[in-house]
């Protein structure tokens, strides 16, 4: 079981930057790649960013290629996704999720875990 808690949600204005930090429990953090993925108002939950187990290997959505950025700390349990020059169409729902049972996948089947998300509004 892993239990994972997002923060770092906000009102912002287009142009700038956040940090979103997703905390996992367990000691087995390691063992899980991570996705971030977000659900704006009456649309379907998306898949954002990715990041393999051991942090090697990474995979975006194009929107947001060039301007987020997916990380993790083994460590300290924590996946991060710094998002930069933020648009008004990035406002969602932010999820992170976690699985053992895939490298990377984009869709939201291939998560087993989830956290309860964090808003995130961009104003134009």
């Known amino acids: 079981q892993v239990q994972l808690v997002e923060s770092g949600g906000g009102l912002v204005q287009a142009g700038d930057s956040l940090r979103l930090s997703c905390a996992a429990s367990?000691?087995?953090?390691?063992?899980?790649?991570m996705g971030w993925f977000r659900q704006a108002p009456g649309k379907e939950r998306e898949f954002v960013a990715a990041i393999m187990r051991s942090g090697g290997g990474t995979s975006y959505t194009d929107s947001v290629k060039g301007r987020f950025t997916i990380s993790r700390d083994n460590a300290k349990n924590t996946v991060y996704l710094q998002m930069n020059s933020l648009k008004p169409e990035d406002t969602a729902v932010y999820y992170c999720a976690a699985t053992r049972r895939a490298t990377l996948p984009r869709a939201p089947l291939g998560y087993d875990y989830w956290g309860q998300g964090t808003q995130v509004t961009v104003s134009s």
């Open positions: 367990g000691r087995t953090f390691s063992s899980y790649d």
